[in-house]
Structures are given as structure tokens and as C-alpha cells.
């Protein structure tokens, strides 16, 4: 009986310490867990930090707005048939006098702390005539700029 008295207590002895060890497993976690969603792009702006990414940083202005907002080189097409040029997207810089898309090739993006695109109806707002019925670029280096 003694044996018998003795498994028992050791096999007491084992659930008492089993039971706690058990209880300590993790469980599997259900809680919901609050995660902050990437800033959406804006489609019209690019931002600092995307014009300070080193994969554009490598590149000259006109390749990296390409690369980061192709839409702001859509073509849309002459808006009159007396000016094949009418239409055509142009750049500013500080929103300073309008210039040729092509000198972007010989700029980089270091100096810029964004780049906005106008509209045709924004940028014939902002620019008169001069925008010529077509988008503008605006590279801003300037914060003050607006």
C-alpha cells in the first residue's frame, strides 16, 4: 500500500506542478491590433521624401517625375488646330516663367521640396494664357512658393 500511497502522491505532486506550467502557455492572440495604413499618395503632389528616395535621387528630374507620377506626362493632344503646340505640358519653377518639359533632363531633384502638376484649367488660372491650354509642372524649391 505504500507503493500505491507513494505513486499517488507523486503523481499528485506531478499534476500540481503540470497544471500551472499549463495554464502559463500562451494562448493565441485574437486581439485586433490597431495598424497605421502607408499615407496615400497624392496624385497631384510629389512629396520631399519621394524625391529624396535614392532610387530617384540617381536620376535627372525629368526620368524621376516620370518614374514617380507618369500621369503628369499624359499627352492630351493639341487643343487647336492653329498651334500644334497648344496643349503641350510646360514646367515652372517657383511658379516663375513657363519653360519647354525637356529642360528637366538637365535638372536634378535635390534643390526641390516638391513637384506639383496643374491642370490645364488650373494652370490657364494661374499662368493666363501663357500655359497655352495645356498642364503645368510646378517644381517648387521654395517653400514660401505658392
Known amino acids: 500500500m505504500s507503493v500505491s500511497r507513494s505513486a499517488s502522491l507523486v503523481l ?3 499534476v500540481v506542478v503540470l497544471i500551472p506550467a499549463c495554464a502559463k502557455m500562451q494562448q493565441p492572440d485574437n486581439e485586433l491590433r490597431v495598424v ?3 499615407p496615400k ?5 510629389i512629396s520631399r521624401e519621394e ?4 532610387a530617384i535621387t540617381s ?11 507618369p500621369n503628369f506626362f499624359a499627352y492630351r493632344g493639341p487643343t487647336t488646330p492653329n498651334d500644334p503646340t497648344a496643349g503641350a505640358t510646360q514646367i515652372s519653377q517657383d511658379y516663375g516663367p513657363l519653360r519647354p518639359v525637356k529642360e528637366l533632363a538637365t535638372m536634378n531633384t535635390f534643390t526641390f521640396v516638391e513637384v506639383r502638376f496643374l491642370s490645364a484649367e488650373a494652370a490657364t488660372g494661374r499662368f ?3 500655359a497655352n491650354g495645356g498642364p503645368v509642372i510646378v517644381l517648387v524649391s521654395n517653400k514660401d512658393a505658392h
Open 12 to 14: 499528485f505532486a506531478a
Open 36 to 38: 497605421e495604413p502607408k
Open 41 to 45: 499618395k497624392n496624385a497631384l503632389v
Open 51 to 54: 524625391l529624396m528616395d535614392p
Open 59 to 69: 536620376r535627372d528630374a525629368l526620368t524621376a517625375i516620370r518614374h514617380l507620377r
Open 128 to 130: 493666363g494664357l501663357n
